[in-house]
């Protein structure tokens, strides 16, 4: 049982180069989360899926798309990455039950923008 | 103003100490979270929260619906217990919103 897994773990990225960070949970899970966590900023929440085929914004979506084709994947996409970029990423899921499941957290995906 | 606020946001104490972490949020929820980060570590999941109390171990977090507020408890805390705590609410619309974290170390 793998829980939630996210590629890459680590990537180097000039400004203005695109790339897609991958979560995949194998838990069935409704619920999926991107977010970002800076130092002293604590964790914010970038996009949100609640169900496969949906998506919404969270605190800080600007620069980011996603998509949620299958229900076990949800993909954060930078189109053109910018410095301020730089960041560590988390991806959470949780199943849905009256409104809130218990939380499981990818690794995480350190991101650098040169 | 945040819609989670923490406190404090950095605490040391000594082993054996009794703990206590704070939680305040403004919105309405339907489930609140604790969350435990090492340093340099992945994000582990403590305690999932809708009212009352509960008690894992040494840990133990209770939450006021009408007051808005959770706290997070540490008996006989230990150094393996420094690492950052993270509370997070659950709003209505299943939008997860995280508090800053309180930064905990406990010197042996």
């Known amino acids: 049982n793998a829980g939630v897994t996210q590629t890459p773990k680590f990537r180097v990225l000039k400004t203005g180069q695109s790339m897609t960070l991958l979560c995949a949970q194998d838990?069935?899970?409704?619920?999926m989360y991107w977010y970002r966590q800076d130092p002293g900023m604590g964790l914010r929440l970038i996009h949100y899926?609640?169900?496969?085929?949906?998506?919404a914004k969270g605190e800080v979506p600007d620069g980011y798309n996603v998509s949620r084709l299958k229900k076990q994947n949800f993909l954060l996409g930078l189109e053109s990455a910018a410095p301020s970029q730089t960041s560590v990423y988390f991806c959470?899921?949780?199943?849905?039950?009256?409104?809130?499941?218990?939380?499981?957290f990818g690794e995480g995906s350190r991101l650098t923008v040169l | 103003k945040n819609e989670v606020e923490q406190s404090p946001q950095n605490l040391t104490a000594q082993e054996g100490e009794f703990i206590t972490i704070n939680c305040s949020y403004s919105?309405?929820?339907?489930?609140l979270h604790w969350l435990q980060q090492h340093p340099g570590g992945g994000i582990v999941s403590l305690f999932m929260?809708?009212?009352g109390k509960k008690k894992h171990g040494r840990l133990i977090a209770t939450i006021n619906i009408q007051e808005k507020h959770s706290s997070l408890h540490i008996t006989a805390s230990h150094p393996r217990d420094s690492a950052v705590y993270i509370c997070?609410?659950?709003?209505?619309?299943?939008?997860?919103?995280f508090g800053a974290g309180t930064i905990l170390r406990v010197k042996s």
């Open positions: 959470a899921s949780s199943y849905a039950h009256r409104g809130a499941g218990e939380l499981f």
């Open positions: 838990m069935n899970h409704e619920y």
């Open positions: 899926s609640v169900g496969e085929g949906t998506t």
């Open positions: 919105v309405g929820i339907s489930a």
């Open positions: 929260l809708s009212s």
């Open positions: 997070a609410v659950m709003e209505y619309g299943n939008k997860l919103v």
